[in-house]
């Protein structure tokens, strides 16, 4: 059963009271065609796939008025370019936005405010890139009846979602309930169009590192792990001081590490304990700007993990309840597959660094991305505008 922070619970009923009494109504309203709502992981803020997209339609095509759904009580924390109008989830106007817009653009599953209407078109751009974990059908039957009904309408109402590559492809045809119509769009990820270009110019990251007050002669460490069924917290137990040690005498630097938990359980930051060398990651609203500039990424079955292989950037897996978590969503046969050492203990953590070889490295992405087949170039975000503006106008 999934716990959510009272601050959520009490959001989800307020929404659900004001979606009984305004969808009747709302229904009715026209759409205008020059209006897109984007929507991140139910409100959380500007970023992921949806802020890219949203971006790149205002620089190709700033006649379209774009509106945010932002989380009540983040709306007056969050900032966004002049040209992005953000709206109250939960609230009227949130609602009345999301019945009027001509195009729907979100990158979850579990959020309708209204039913889709004729000639709305409903773009998913999905949070992750590569499938580690099982997900959705693949992992059924740890989902509530209330989430699959959820994403198999969503599934229904899809008109495209995105795929950054092969695996992601067969993942989504096979698993996500999506229907016959459902155009796969083999663009790539829009959050991944920057890292791609990061690889050929070096002032990206150093650029993302002077935005976040990274000084040079630190190594940073982004410490990514994904959510548990059950909220827990016991699969991130790492003796941050002991992994300092091992990665100082590796590097030669000071290190810190920057701890982001996954959205789904991002309200349990508050029991992590932080000092100088252990940063709070989640007070940064787009996890894009922790990635490109970390030089380095611990994470367990996190899709964050193809982040930083398109970066060519180290990265160490540590599954600690790995066989705890595969009860529920197997996940050992992909990390096996990925160019990366794995470990099930803090020893066998501090080992794979230790025996870490940029060579040896630099060659086993070589072969990987050889192997399978990716889309991304770097283009995905000027793509998916051209697919959206081109669905309005055949709509």
Known sequence: MNMLSPTSLYGIFFRHILIHFLRPLFKHFPLDNRQIIFCNFVGKGYGENPKYIAEKMHELYPEYTL?????????????????IHPVKLSSVR????????????TNIRNIHLMRKKKGQIYLQTW?????????????EKTLSERYIKEARYDGFITD????????QKESFQRAFWLSPDTEILEFGIPRNDVFVLAKKDNSIQRAAKKRLGFVDDVYYILYAPTFRDDNSLGGYQLKFEELSAVFEKKIGKRCVFI??????????????????????GNAVADIQDLSLAADCLISDYSS?????????KPVFICALDLEEYEKIRPVKQHLVQLPVSFAVSSDELYDNI??????????????????????????????????????????
């Open 67 to 83: 509106f945010w759904l932002v989380d009540n009580h983040l709306f007056n924390k969050e900032r966004f370019p002049n040209y």
């Open 160 to 167: 495209g979602i995105l795929a950054g590559n092969k695996v």
């Open 127 to 139: 949070h992750g890139a590569f499938a580690i974990k099982a997900v959705e059908a693949d992992a």
């Open 354 to 395: 230790t025996r870490f070889r940029t060579e040896e490295y630099q060659e086993k992405l070589r072969d990987f991305f050889r192997d399978y087949s990716v889309y991304d170039v770097g283009a995905a975000a000027e793509k998916t505008a051209y697919w959206i503006v081109n669905r309005i106008r055949n709509t």
């Open 94 to 105: 949130g609602i009345y936005t999301w019945a009027t817009s001509k195009v729907i653009v």
């Open 304 to 312: 964050v993990i193809f982040d930083f292989l398109l970066q060519e």
């Open 259 to 280: 701890v982001r938990l996954h959205p789904n359980v991002d309200w349990r930051a508050v029991n992590i304990n932080y000092y100088e060398s252990i940063i709070n």
